[in-house]
């Protein structure tokens, strides 16, 4: 059961909780059933402010304030390689408390329901209720974090032109990576209010590794309290998982990196309750890799390199009685480098 917990909090972790949460945590949880070990404004859009907004920084900023403080109602679709799903979302700010309930439309039915920070993944099929924090930064809209602080020593940022995207109006800007450990993005953000219409990840040659993008979306107004009741009716039988996690600041003295991460930061490290896996996330402003570690069997098998899907690598390896993972939104050889740097101090 071990390596399925770890499973979930990777997956959740790496994509703040929220639309990733239920669609990879559910597909590890069949995978490991087949005998596999896989790891602003109070009401509405807020006003351009002239000058400020012309800036690609000022625009980074808009773009991570409008996923949290501005209400929408829209479809958006995720697209990577030959797999794609169509999500509803609902997102209302009021009274500084933040309220949103995602569906995803296509295949297993998977509903999120997010309260403030706590969030709420409930898998019908599956029975089970998977419970966590959404993090510095939630599912599309929400891919940017609240600060980019040390990001433009890592990537270019760029103002492109304006395009349309879902019927409205939307900036372009994208960000070149400065070498080849990190993706580069190219973002849309609505012009009156920033929100993130449309994002890419993009590999070394400029081809789109994975897509978010709305079909639709009302941005701004009311939203009626029933667009977020939970539509799943969730029994006293199912099971619940708890992925949540307890800082394990002391442990940053065991464990380090032989050599450095260009770029990267350590920002956090945390003993999960569910699954006992210590967590160590190191950022570059924009992406971030996670490194898991916990027990391991003397006849446990690493799995090496793999795709975690869309622009997630992942890396595993058994060492000295531990199990290693990272994995992140950044190229597979960074995933390796991190992993196989780790080490016991």
Known sequence: MAG?????????????????????????????????????????PSAVVPGAAAEPLAWLDRIAE???????????????GGHAETSRIVHRYAR???NERLEVLDGSPREVIRQNEQVRCV????????????????????????SHVGL??????????????????AQKLVLEPRDELRFGHALWAELQ????LKSQVLDAKGEVIEQFTFSDVRIGGEIDDGLLVPRV???????????????????????GLKEPLPGFTLTTVMRHRNGGALQMV???????????????????EARGAYSGGGAVNVFERVTDGYRITALGEVPALLVQRAAEAIEAL
């Open 66 to 80: 409008a996923s949290q403080r501005v209400n929408y109602v829209g479809t958006f679709s995720y697209q990577a």
């Open 233 to 255: 009716k969730v029994d006293a039988d199912w099971h619940t998982v708890d992925v949540g996690g307890d800082d394990e600041a002391q442990s940053a003295n065991r464990w």
């Open 123 to 146: 898998l019908p099929e599956k029975r089970t209720v998977i419970i966590g924090q959404s993090g510095a930064r939630s599912g599309f809209p929400g891919r940017l974090p609240q």
């Open 96 to 98: 500084g408390k933040k």
């Open 282 to 300: 190191f950022s570059d402003g924009l992406a971030a890799i996670s490194i898991f570690i916990e027990s391991a069997d003397a006849k446990d």
């Open 4 to 44: 399925i917990r770890l499973t979930v909090v990777a997956r959740m972790w790496l994509f703040a909780g929220l639309y990733a949460l239920c669609g990879l945590s559910l597909a590890n949880q069949t995978v490991a059933e087949n005998g596999r070990r896989s790891t602003a404004a109070e009401n509405g």
């Open 193 to 196: 209010s920033g929100l993130l």
């Open 152 to 169: 433009t020593g890592n990537y270019r940022v760029r103002l492109k032109e304006i395009e349309r995207v879902a019927g409205h109006e």
